[in-house]
């Protein structure tokens, strides 16, 4: 699986805010669409992909809120993702009764599509590039906050502007450490009808254990309809399906959001992030399994409601293992002094690039130090609590939108406030009980961390025990019903300070600490890491050129390879597995869980072509957000979809190893005779490979 | 596949004479049968073998001279071993014609069984400590080459009496550096004739990639009848077979002949090895496979020809790569250096045991200091010729025999006689061409490696050029025929110096070169490293009692372990595998070599039950030597066949990590529905099963 916790690093500013990797390996990159590295495919491949190639392929992907990626896959709007990206929404549909992340879903009929409560897919339909506008804004401004904010009401006005003149949701983002800026302009879809997913034991294959390896066995893929107006979306812009599907040695590419990446940050934001942020996060999720573990102990009912959380704490307590393992690999560190060293050299070789931006270094290695002790602070000062995270958003909200756009917290620019709304109305039950487990567990650690006196601890319990003041706001808050949520909003500041819900009341507590830290972080470390970074990514263009690609941001961007094995375990990785390998695999550990085969599958594997590839590898670069990405060969066509990297890829964050590091996809012709032979699905297989 | 390349280490005596590593690990061990791991069993799994489980195991097993073990499976004398320690008897009767390696064999009938050429069975019937004769008699004389004599005439004389007394092999061994010598008496069996063997491809299914790894997919199974007085043997002493096989979670013990380790070595010899003799090693290796290469390059029957030794080299070679990895490794070196210090602290602390042995550490490393410079010279002079190697061994026969047995080269004493006639009369026919290739590749690397004066070389080229007097030799010699030989052992002294043929010309000029250098090694090294290395062993007995077992002698030991995975590749290897995962991983590499299935294996494929498991894993220690080995159950019932260690157990050679280190074998189950489904050998798998 392949999804980082994307969030965690926006907490941490200076994490993304550095100088630029020089060296380009041959099939790295996580490239733009405006930039994509035509010279390089045409060099190793002779393959020169057309402008209306990339935009076809551009404006067949999508971002999913949920976190992760998708493509068009129909000319009715069917969607194609990861079961584990459609998990958010599978588990906020199940119950009880109906657990549909357990027993997966089928919609034999247009009428059984089922609406998702708070998914929002968006397609990037237009880009343009507004470096000189926001640059500009802070140009000449001696003071260090007063030119932040110069910059942040730029991008701001230029959000506005945008989303009043095109209606689309529209992004201002920072690539090559501020070295560009860029509006990105998005069309929103908000009505995603669940049409298929398998059983979670099928997609999941293996668990835990086998996450981030290969050789899999996992029909990783769920499959929405995106509707329009009431409709199925009809579009032009969508992936014909190869039958045929990825084949060894063949040329491929990836179309996907890779979250973040931190390939370009010096080294004492490595040794921050090693020393400090990494344990420290390992730390949060060992803390939160631990308590998730223990509740689902208690009974089949509970293991259902945090099975998606225990899946998730898994999934990063992973990852961060394995950003672990790469900081502390005396050969990568080595090689990124390395690529520093050049770096710094030739800036200072040059005497006016030096005393323009010959400084970024030390400035940023002094905030590293800075910071150091504010990590925790930053990290355990939270809740994980959904409705406590409502209720200070609707605080905020009635506040920050009598401001002008420019001067509020950047979540409430008026350009996102669309989606903003969207999530904050979402009609996805939120059981108390989980509520009650997280808010609890996130308050416990954070006493144990920063002490019984912590000004945001103690602004929610008041003196109280958790557990008791925990259960009484949770049991007495009314947030779980959207239509109060909408009365407080709509009824406005007034509403909120004379609401008596004990969430708002906890919320209303919490909200001059949260502003405070906002604008202390933002001044003190934002203000100075910003311009720095600028300089760094300014610099980066005049040594290097431009060919090279921006660290990882959760948008759209182009990764290219090759469908190959690797050496693996002393001898070499298949470039794909087959149904053979499922029930090697599940025969070899006895069915025992977690390798044991679904009911179905059993069921299937006398019908099933068992030399029909199911996963595959590929050198394409990607990172956690790339889940359910598409990957298409020289036609365009889709022949497979990312949902995880290899072992060998867990460094990828800091650096990207061609001979190893892989990306794993579920094949085209895998998935087709899932659904043809396991599911029972033939006709939604032929309106895939266009047979009807 | 697990043949270490014994005899190296034998060139290389300070290799083999050392200190005892103090620490046990659960489930380490190859113990000897007169000193089984009976409290650690009984600890652990609450398990105490009788002296009669002991027994039959014991006499149920077999080493084979080709290099490897075996057992017996049925009454009528069926032995099992691998595909690999068969190979080099189904090479000798092989023919451009009939290409049993490639092909397999099978005789459906008695009559249709195959006989060895030289292929001798030995069965370890008796055991006798004679530490004490062996000892006393080099007591109290201060010169240590007349010391060293005294023992090896007192070792000569107890294998020649009880040779004389019983007509069994008598072989006297050192264990524990000395610290014990043993008579290992052993009934002799040379009538050992093939039923049966599966495709090279099948028994070695993944290649060298796949070699030394797991999960595997390999039938590597052969099976002889041994014959005594032409009808096959009657015996008692057999393995029951398991039909249901290996079962995860259970106890399992090993029962076979590890070829040697060095874990007993000082921390000074560990770094001849890693500093010299590895790469010395490797570098000789490269050369031979990449003429050897070549050769196979020119043609299928070329390739035929140097299959077999391929197949060897490129085995050797992954030895040590994985053995210069582990030396490499700097918690290995630590580990080793913290066991030395324990040991040497403990005897110094003891200062009746200072005396008697402290000294000990420092002559070893005196030693292995003088021997890095002669390592090249003893390891690259050498002909790989196996005519040239029947000439000396001729040249010598005739001179040795006229001697007393305590005088004698240690080839040549008379306890030895029978098996070394038996191999230099083998009937195999010896391809002139390989003879060439081989012996011209090994002279042209010593020249390079020891100048073109080397007296070695010189003697053998006498200033020609080495292709030249090589092919004029090999074309000239009348070795090939065992008759010719016969006719100069008969013909003594008088008809070897009379000789003209050129291959005893050539053996009567190194003769007194090989001689010399014997001499001056056994003089000025091994009569200072064995009574070295008596005090080590000694010396260990007293610090850490007998709760330890001996490094390995290519004599019968017992292993123990439990059937189980490990972690492996950021996962967890299954325990077993079975016919499912062959088919995947022929499927993924799109049936290429060496990933290619047979036309057997490919008629079968829908015969099969593809559950079935084919290889498995278990912590039992194993090393080279132990390939062919029995793996029985606690009713010592045949329940595998051992014939590889995962990639993880390369460092065994040095240490042991229970947690990775894993010994791979064939699975019964799996044996017995290859020979039904795959190769219609029914009745054979009836014969296994006692079915018949």
């Not at 812009?237 to 990825?246: D, I, P, Y």
């Not at 959001?257 to 040794?271: F, H, I, M, Q, W």
């Not at 420290?280 to 208690?298: G, N």
């Not at 794909?576 to 069921?603: C, H, Q, V």
Request: proline share 5%; hydrophobic share 40%; glycine share 8%.
């Amino acid at each position: 699986m392949n999804d980082r916790p994307i969030r965690l690093a926006l907490l941490l500013p200076a994490a993304l805010l550095v100088a630029t990797a020089p060296f380009i390996h041959c099939e790295e990159g996580m490239w733009t669409f405006d930039n994509p590295p035509l010279k390089l495919l045409k060099q190793k491949y002779n393959f020169v992909p057309t402008p209306e190639w990339l935009d076809h392929l551009r404006l067949s992907s999508v971002r999913l809120n949920d976190g992760g990626s998708g493509s068009f896959v129909s000319a009715n709007g069917l969607l194609l993702t990861n079961h584990h990206v459609a998990r958010g929404q599978l588990q906020k549909e199940s119950t009880a009764e109906h657990d549909y992340l357990r027993d997966g879903f089928f919609a034999a009929t247009p009428d059984q599509e089922m609406k998702s409560p708070d998914l929002e897919v968006d397609v990037l339909v237009g880009t343009k590039n507004v470096t000189e506008r926001v640059q500009n804004a802070a140009k000449g401004i001696a003071d260090d906050t007063q030119a932040l904010k110069a910059r942040d009401a730029a991008i701001a006005a230029i959000e506005k502007e945008n989303k009043d003149k095109t209606g689309l949701r529209s992004d201002v983002i920072s690539l090559y450490q501020g070295g560009e800026y860029w509006l990105y302009e998005y069309k929103e879809y908000t009505d995603v009808r669940l049409v298929f997913a398998p059983e979670q034991q099928a997609a999941f294959y293996g668990g835990d254990p086998d996450n981030f390896t290969y050789p899999r066995y996992d029909i990783d893929m769920a499959l929405f309809r995106v509707y329009d107006n009431g409709k199925p979306l009809h579009t032009e812009n969508f992936l014909k399906w190869s039958a045929k599907g990825a084949d060894p040695g063949e040329l491929v590419f990836i179309s996907g959001n890779p979250g973040s990446t931190e390939r370009d940050d010096t080294v004492s934001g490595l040794l921050v992030e090693r020393d400090v942020v990494g344990p420290a996060v390992t730390e949060y999720l060992q803390h939160r399994l631990a308590a998730a573990q223990a509740f689902a102990a208690q009974g089949p009912e509970q293991a259902r409601l945090v099975g998606s959380t225990i899946f998730g704490l898994q999934n990063s307590l992973k990852v961060f293992e394995g950003r672990a393992e790469a900081l502390a690999d005396k050969a990568i560190l080595a090689k990124k002094q390395a690529e520093e060293a050049d770096f710094r050299a030739k800036v200072a070789a040059n005497p006016e690039w030096q005393k323009e931006y010959g400084d970024a270094w030390v400035t940023i290695a002094k905030v590293d130090e800075q910071i150091k002790p504010e990590i925790k602070g930053q990290l355990f000062r939270r809740t994980d609590s959904r409705l406590f995270s409502i209720a200070l958003d609707i605080v905020q909200y009635v506040a920050e939108i009598k401001k002008p756009d420019g001067d509020r917290l950047p979540e409430y620019h008026e350009a996102g406030l669309q989606s903003l709304r969207f999530e904050m109305m979402s009609p996805a039950p939120i059981p108390p009980a989980t509520e009650k487990l997280y808010m609890s567990s996130a308050l416990k650690l954070a006493e144990d961390e920063l002490g019984k006196d912590d000004a945001y601890v103690q602004a929610i319990v008041q003196g109280g025990d958790i557990d008791t003041v925990v259960n009484s706001i949770v049991d007495g808050t009314k947030l779980g019903d959207p239509a109060v949520r909408k009365a407080l909003l709509d009824g406005g500041e007034a509403a909120v300070a004379a609401s008596t819900d004990p969430m708002i009341e906890a919320a209303r507590r919490v909200d001059p600490i949260a502003r405070a830290n906002y604008k202390r972080i933002h001044d003190t470390y934002v203000s100075v890491l910003t311009p720095a970074g600028e300089k760094l990514g300014k610099a980066r263009f005049l040594v290097y050129g431009k060919d090279a690609y921006p660290d990882a941001t959760f948008t759209l961007r182009l990764s290219y390879g090759t469908v190959i094995g690797y050496p693996y375990n002393g001898t070499i990785a298949p470039p794909f597995t087959t149904f053979y390998g499922l029930y090697d695999r599940a025969a070899s550990f006895s069915n025992k869980p977690p390798f044991d085969l679904t009911a179905k599958e059993e069921a299937a594997r006398d019908r099933l072509d068992l030399a029909t590839p199911l996963n595959f590898v590929c050198t394409g670069d990607i990172i956690g957000g790339n889940s359910g990405s598409p990957v298409v060969n020289r036609e365009g066509e889709l022949v497979g979809l990312v949902f995880d990297g290899n072992i060998e890829s867990m460094a990828g964050d800091f650096v990207y190893d061609g001979s190893k590091n892989r990306t794993v996809a579920v094949h085209s012709a895998g998935m087709i005779e899932a659904l043809r032979k396991i599911y029972g699905a033939g006709a939604l297989a032929d309106e895939l490979e266009g047979k009807n």
